[in-house]
């Protein structure tokens, strides 16, 4: 058994055992870095934290800034965690529902690896 298959076989079971009985989610960079940002956006927001004091936040984080600024020519996470924050505030203030940046959205399960034959989980 491959390195893939032991992971894809230890993450279906943890699915399982958190009430999800569908085929674990592929690995998927870009979606992680949007659902990571999301988040980051959501918990700054939930825990009062100001829009300027989120970027002072972000640029703390110096390692990381410089390593994007070499990779992405810009500090990507902070501008695009800005970004969501500033739309989850917009979305708060119109009465509008957040519309996530992810299609599809989380836990679709288009975006789970395909169910194995023969095997139940």
């Known amino acids: 058994m491959g390195f893939d298959e032991k992971v894809r076989r230890d993450l279906e079971a943890f699915a399982k055992d958190c009430g999800y009985d569908g085929s674990p989610f592929q690995w998927d960079e870009a979606r992680r870095f949007l659902l990571r940002c999301e988040l980051d956006a959501a918990y700054f927001y939930f825990y009062g934290i100001q829009r300027d004091d989120v970027g002072y936040i972000?640029?703390?984080?110096?390692?990381?800034?410089?390593?994007e600024?070499?990779?992405?020519?810009?500090y990507r996470t902070r501008r695009v965690i800005l970004e969501i924050y500033?739309?989850?505030?917009?979305?708060?203030?119109s009465g509008v529902l957040y519309q996530t940046r992810l299609d599809p959205p989380p836990a679709d399960p288009a975006v789970a690896h395909p169910p194995r034959s023969g095997v139940k989980i």
């Open 58 to 67: 972000m640029d703390t984080f110096r390692i990381w800034k410089e390593k």
């Open 86 to 93: 500033d739309e989850m505030q917009q979305a708060i203030e």
């Open 69 to 74: 600024e070499k990779q992405c020519n810009e």
